[in-house]
C-alpha cells in the first residue's frame, strides 16, 4: 500500500512557474515507477511526466516537453513537478500516481496508486 499526497498547487499567471510536490509513505520508494497525470475542466485525465524507479528515466507529453521537469528523490519518498512558461491551458487538477515494478511510465491503466490532486490554476 503507497500513501501520495500532493502539494504545491496554486493560482499563477501565465508565463509563470510553480513546483508540485508529492510525498510517499507505506512501501519502499524506490521500487516504484512515478507520474504525474492532470485532469481539466471536462476533459479526460492525460499524462503529464513520468519517471523510472530510479530517475534516470523521464518521459514528458509533448504539450509540457522543454517546460516540466520531473524528478525524484529516493532519499526522501518524494517526486517533484517544476512547471515553468505556465500557459492557461495548463489548469488543471494534477495528481501523482505510483506503478511497481518496470513498464511504460506514460499509461495510466498502469498506475496504482494515486493521490487525491491538488489544483493548478493559471490565468491569462
Known amino acids: 500500500q503507497v500513501q501520495l499526497i500532493e502539494s504545491g498547487g496554486g493560482l499563477v499567471q501565465a508565463g509563470g512557474s510553480l513546483r508540485l510536490s508529492c510525498a510517499a509513505s507505506?512501501?519502499?520508494?524506490?521500487?516504484?515507477?512515478m507520474g504525474w497525470f492532470r485532469q481539466g475542466p471536462g476533459a479526460e485525465r492525460e499524462f503529464v511526466a513520468g519517471?523510472?524507479?530510479?530517475?534516470?528515466?523521464?518521459s514528458y507529453a509533448d504539450s509540457v516537453k522543454g517546460r516540466f521537469t520531473v524528478s525524484k528523490d529516493n532519499g526522501r519518498n518524494t517526486i517533484n513537478l517544476q512547471m515553468d512558461a505556465l500557459k492557461p491551458e495548463d489548469t488543471a487538477v494534477y495528481y501523482c500516481?505510483?506503478?511497481?515494478?518496470?513498464?511504460?511510465?506514460?499509461?495510466?491503466?498502469?498506475?496504482?496508486?494515486w493521490g487525491r490532486g491538488t489544483q493548478v490554476t493559471v490565468s491569462s
Open positions: 500516481a505510483s506503478a511497481p515494478g518496470i513498464g511504460t511510465l506514460n499509461s495510466p491503466a498502469e498506475y496504482t496508486y
Open positions: 507505506g512501501s519502499p520508494f524506490s521500487l516504484y515507477r
Open positions: 519517471i523510472s524507479r530510479s530517475g534516470y528515466s523521464t
